[in-house]
């Protein structure tokens, strides 16, 4: 194990080059990044007006609900962490399953369904912008949506990569009526660089905006959705809306590598990341981020973590394994002599001892940084589209279980198991990283290795975002990205990893991660290249 100081963290060698990216690390007192350009710059634009990194935040993650409706929409839930100045605080903004999910409701299915209503979770989305602007927010809330309503209503171009997972998307989802009128308006995807309305969606943004959320929970828009759900054979009722909030929670956090690393608690998948890191910190990874080594030992730790999280994680009020005692040093000492540094294993589930989405981020001159997550879950969601408003709704319930033995099992007024999550980083007490990496199963394997590549071996920014990932698919089969060492490659096939070079679903890959870091005085961020956006600092 290494302990970096502060300094061999931030100052990483001038490594820019190494992999194939046109990006630079950019600097300064001020930062977005998130992962389409429109949305970087409302947030900066918020910033610019004086308002802090919470305000940035939200009118970031509004725009991307306009320009990036593929992974996002007002119909997402959403997760965020935030340092004030002086602490971390965690929001989970996911939503309930309706209180019609019984166990009747499903019977004679095998698993979950996959689209329509009956995945559709009450989105947490706009909740998460007003808890957010309530306790931290500077500038007025109705500013923070007046970009992303405009955006809405003049239209926009769309970008490339969005564009791509549009078309995907449009191939399987056209034949639900409502998401073809709202998202194919001339009877296919827009094209990269096309012009796209949303009117309706501009409707519902002013609305959100002029009553600072409620007509989306107890007023017109939660009426038309609830009367669009049942129309189509839902569950949903006002009460369910009404039911739902937003609820501020404490971190869980590990220590790795010398640093705090934190995660918003289960119902996410935030603990695995930790679990990793720790596993990580245990073993010696070598000097070489690329080599196979480091890159045999990291995927065996991600595969460890990942066993225990879809075995043991749930609504934690359903969990029979708490966070403590995955994350207990005696486990995760037992979990680390358990790896083979020569040989692939198949995952195993440990039983510890008692005792389609984007990702943003901002930091204001004040010191106040941000950590944001919203999602649709698959490409648009459900399929299930509320056209008078524009909106896609979500299709979270997807990830519950039908296992009654199982904690994640579906349930009236439960949360499902969720794959989004925000992460942040701290050292002796102070702010480091906010940072994310969005893409469904790859956003924990994401985490794990963004913050090995940064903090233990002293990487840049946008040099540790620009580099090739690995993706645990299932067993010992391994997504690898084509810009590894090919030396390593076959290497790890040596060691008897099953390897792919293409991970499979459209709306995941190997992810887009977004990070900000604190410098003495300013900020460096970067921006993945695998999406459309950008980092923009003031």
């Not at 409502?178 to 969606?201: I, L, N, S």
């Not at 930091?363 to 509320?386: H, K, L, P, R, T």
Request: aromatic fraction near 6%; hydrophobic fraction near 45%; glycine fraction near 12%.
């Amino acid at each position: 194990m290494r302990d970096h100081n502060r300094a061999s963290v931030l100052r990483g060698g001038d490594d820019r080059g190494r992999y194939p990216s046109p990006r630079s690390t950019v600097h300064g007192r001020a930062a977005v990044a998130a992962s389409e350009p429109l949305a970087a710059s409302a947030g900066l634009l918020m910033l610019a007006r004086g308002g802090n990194a919470v305000d940035a935040a939200i009118a970031t993650a509004a725009c991307l609900a306009v320009t990036e409706p593929v992974s996002n929409g007002l119909g997402s839930d959403a997760f965020a962490l935030v340092w004030d100045g002086s602490g971390l605080h965690g929001l989970n903004a996911s939503g309930r399953a309706p209180a019609a999910w019984t166990a009747e409701r499903f019977r004679g299915r095998d698993e979950m369904p996959g689209r329509g209503w009956d995945t559709v979770t009450i989105p947490g989305a706009v909740s998460a912008w007003v808890a957010l602007s309530e306790r931290f927010g500077r500038l007025p809330f109705a500013d923070l949506l007046a970009p992303a309503a405009r955006i809405a209503r003049e239209g926009y171009g769309v970008g490339a990569v969005t564009a791509n997972s549009w078309r995907r998307q449009a191939e399987v989802l056209h034949r639900f009526s409502g998401f073809a009128a709202t998202f194919m308006p001339e009877g296919r995807a827009p094209r990269e660089g096309e012009a796209f309305r949303m009117p309706g969606a501009a409707d519902a943004l002013e609305l959100i905006a002029e009553t600072k959320g409620e007509a989306f929970y107890r007023g017109a828009i939660a009426q038309e959705i609830v009367t669009r759900s049942s129309a189509e054979g839902g569950a949903h009722t006002l009460a369910d809306f009404d039911a739902h909030h937003a609820q501020w929670v404490t971190p869980v956090s590990q220590r790795a590598f010398g640093v705090d690393v934190h995660e918003i608690p289960p119902n996410g998948q935030g603990i695995a990341a930790l679990v990793a890191l720790g596993i990580m910190d245990r073993l010696d990874l070598g000097d070489d981020p690329d080599a196979p080594r480091a890159v045999h030992l990291a995927i065996e730790a991600v595969k460890a973590a990942l066993a225990d999280l879809y075995a043991h994680v749930a609504d934690p009020a359903a969990m029979r394994v708490t966070p403590d005692e995955m994350l207990d040093p005696g486990y995760l000492d037992e979990r680390a002599r358990a790896i083979d540094g020569t040989r692939a294993s198949d995952p195993v589930t440990g039983l510890p001892r008692k005792g389609g989405t984007v990702i943003l981020t901002t930091a204001d001159a004040d010191g106040m940084m941000v950590s944001f997550i919203q999602s649709n879950y698959e490409g648009f969601g459900s399929g299930c589209v509320v056209e008078r408003y524009g909106i896609s709704m979500q299709n979270r319930g997807s990830a519950f279980t039908l296992d009654p033995s199982h904690p994640n099992v579906v349930a009236p007024g439960k949360r499902p198991f969720h794959a989004i999550i925000p992460g942040f980083v701290t050292k002796d007490g102070a702010a480091l990283m906010a940072f994310g990496v969005m893409g469904g199963p790859i956003q924990a394997q994401g985490h794990a290795q963004l913050v090995a590549r940064i903090v233990r071996f002293g990487q840049s920014v946008q040099t540790a975002i620009d580099a090739p990932r690995f993706r645990v698919l299932s067993g010992r089969r391994i997504a690898a990205e084509r810009h590894f060492p090919a030396a390593t490659l076959e290497a790890l096939a040596g060691m008897g990893h099953l390897l792919d070079q293409d991970a499979p679903g459209v709306a995941f890959g190997f992810g887009g991660a977004q990070a900000i870091l604190s410098l003495d005085g300013h900020y460096a961020a970067g921006s993945d290249p695998r999406k459309d956006g950008q980092a923009v600092v003031m």
